[in-house]
């Protein structure tokens, strides 16, 4: 594993698991899932995403960017859930909260190319991932494109943090495997990640 790479399965229990989905399921009202599309070519995401907090993280042809209002309904995002921040503040060891949680939802054969999230100023914070749902499968790499890679099986509860020298590397979901949760009534996955975006 990537040195600053913590990774904490079933961190979460089930409880706690279905308190969050129902935080979640306001939030989606307050905020819906929206459809984004690659920078330039217009190309659509596989995922459906929404943001919680002061920030959230957009694409559309123009490029990636936070920014503080939904792009389709032009509200401020929800608040981020205080049990999330609760954990931000118990595992991320940085010492100021999160301005932004990506929420993405998989269905269907959705994923996530390799990518680095490195659209934040504060890159000395890590990025906190929690998983609920169907079990994924988390590709992770180096610092560079093409370089080796490993998979890991993230599950409903896992917390994974992405920090020191882990914070800038190659990572993507190959695929999500049906059938493995049963915590969402329909099945699919959703991610959570928060970060913090500006440098405090
Ligand atoms: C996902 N996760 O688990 C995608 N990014 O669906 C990410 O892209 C990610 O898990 C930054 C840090 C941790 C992550
Ligand atoms: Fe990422």
């Not at 032009?74 to 999330?84: E, F, K």
């Not at 993507?172 to 440098?199: C, E, H």
Request: include cysteine; glycine fraction near 12%.
């Amino acid at each position: 594993m990537q040195p600053g790479l913590r990774y904490l399965p079933g961190h979460l229990g089930t409880d706690e698991q279905r308190l969050l989905v129902e935080a979640l399921r306001t939030a989606v009202a307050e905020a819906p899932l929206f459809i984004p599309v690659m920078p330039r070519t217009g190309r659509p995401f596989t995922v459906r995403m929404t943001n919680l907090g002061p920030l959230g993280w957009v694409s559309d042809r123009a490029g990636y960017r936070y920014q503080p209002s939904h792009p389709e309904t032009g509200r401020p995002w929800p608040a981020i859930p205080d049990r999330l921040l609760a954990l931000w503040r118990a595992v991320s060891g940085y010492p100021h909260d999160p301005e932004a949680c990506l929420v993405n939802f998989y269905n269907g054969g959705a994923k996530m190319g390799l990518h680095r999230d490195a659209d934040e100023e504060d890159l000395a914070a890590p990025v906190l991932s929690v998983s609920l749902g169907d079990t994924a499968v988390f590709r992770m790499g180096g610092p560079e494109r093409g370089g080796r890679t490993e998979t890991l099986k993230l599950a409903s509860g896992d917390v994974l943090v992405m920090g020191g020298s882990s914070r800038l590397c190659y990572h993507g979901i190959d695929r999500v495997l049906p059938g493995t949760s049963t915590l969402l009534k329909d099945g699919g996955r959703i991610n959570l990640t928060l970060r913090r975006v500006t440098r405090p």
